[in-house]
């Protein structure tokens, strides 16, 4: 399971569809913003997950925590979410 990066620019309902497979798929995402805006879109995403998945009966929640990320040797603080479901779900798991 790959980490979600949201920006400003990031269109909220191609990330809830993000955020809605890897729930599908692996049974949890993580989702990273770092700014307000970004995390604006990010909740906003993880909002319209919400609606996507409670059709297949899935309801989500998340815990948001700090992460220290290193930009361009800059070091940012970003906002981590860690999304799940609240009861428990089996995931699809595709094998290759």
Known sequence: MDTLKVSSASSPGAV??????????????????????????????????RGYLATSAVDLYFAPAFSSVSISEEERTAILFSVRTRHPFSAVRHVA
């Open 16 to 49: 809830a569809g993000a955020i809605a497979n890897s729930i599908r798929e692996f049974g949890e995402a993580e989702v990273q913003a770092i700014g307000p805006r970004a995390v604006n879109q990010a909740v906003k995403a993880m909002a319209i997950a």
